[in-house]
């Protein structure tokens, strides 16, 4: 079987397809030939010192930003020129590297947004409050208050969103996306700024979307988070990626100790 034959191979089962992917910002190269996948029934991260191109990676992917050359296929279609509203609605669910929860809201209603994507309900007869769209309500609350059970929230879901702590909104917005019942999860950094029991649950968390055999592909700079619950690693440094493999591989990777460790001092160690 031939180089290609393989890749060809690789990409049928994959969720996620990313190829020859390309963005500069003025005269800098952000992101610079990249291809990788991500595979149904994983987890994948991308790691990489500070200012790699991940978070650029993402907003290619989602389209958020315009790329100058590649190509993105999610679930066997082409994302070029679908708007990001549009990529959602096909299942491909992201969350941002800072919390992003909707004020005026409780934190059990924040979670309920995310599902209502799937909702059949059309808003007339949610504002009606129609009986099939109170159901649908009914269901909804059930399944928002087991996500919240699983992060640990539970007793604050009356609470408003902004008035718990950064952690807890992040993980909020985590579950909140999962509400959505993604085709694949994108993570934008979801333990920065967490607290070692958040997390924990976190991890949990990602454990348990593993379980379900949700895919993932997640922006972390905890290396043991990473190493714990990624099935595959793609690590990108100067916007183009140096190793891609099984935690192990890419631990032992040099040019990964390179990246990471030769710059320890210059604030881009992984932590
Ligand atoms: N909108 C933009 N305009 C100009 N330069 C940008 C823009 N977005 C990102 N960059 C540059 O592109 C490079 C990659 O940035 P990016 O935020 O994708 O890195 P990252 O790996 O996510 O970093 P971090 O881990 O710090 O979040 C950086 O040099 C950054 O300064």
């Keep these: 079987m031939s180089a290609t034959d393989t890749q060809a191979q690789a990409s049928e089962s994959a969720i996620l397809s990313v190829r020859n992917l390309a963005k500069s910002f003025g005269g800098l190269k952000a992101i610079n030939d990249v291809s990788f996948d991500a595979q149904a029934g994983e987890v994948t991260a991308l790691i990489g010192p500070n200012g790699a191109g991940k978070t650029t990676v993402f907003n290619l992917v989602t389209n958020i930003m315009s790329r100058d050359a590649g190509r993105v296929m999610f679930a066997g279609r082409d994302l070029a020129n679908l708007s990001p509203v549009k990529i959602a609605s096909l299942g491909l669910i992201r ?14 209603e924040n979670v309920m947004v995310g599902g209502h994507r799937l909702g059949r309900h059309s808003l007339p007869s949610q504002s009606l409050w129609l009986p099939g769209a109170r159901d649908e309500e009914r269901t909804l609350r059930l399944r928002a208050e ?3 059970e699983l992060v640990g929230l539970a007793p604050f879901a009356d ?13 909020l917005e985590v579950v909140r996306a999962l509400m959505a019942q993604p085709k694949l999860l994108c993570l934008d950094e979801p333990a920065a700024g967490l607290n070692d029991t958040e997390t924990q649950e976190l991890a949990n968390l990602l454990r ?3 379980k379900l055999g949700i895919p993932v592909l997640v922006v972390e700079h905890n290396m043991s988070l990473v190493m714990n619950v990624a099935g595959r690693i793609v690590v990108l440094d100067s916007g183009a990626i140096i190793a891609t493999g099984t935690p192990a591989e890419v631990q032992s990777n040099s040019r990964v100790i390179e990246a ?5 001092g210059q604030g881009h160690a992984a932590t």
């Design 260 to 264: 990471y460790l030769g710059r320890e």
């Design 146 to 148: 087991e996500m919240l």
């Design 95 to 108: 969350t941002f590297q800072s919390a992003r929860v909707f004020p005026g809201m409780t934190a059990i």
């Design 159 to 171: 609470m408003h969103a902004t008035e718990l702590p950064m952690g807890a909104q992040k993980l």
């Design 208 to 210: 348990a979307i593993r």
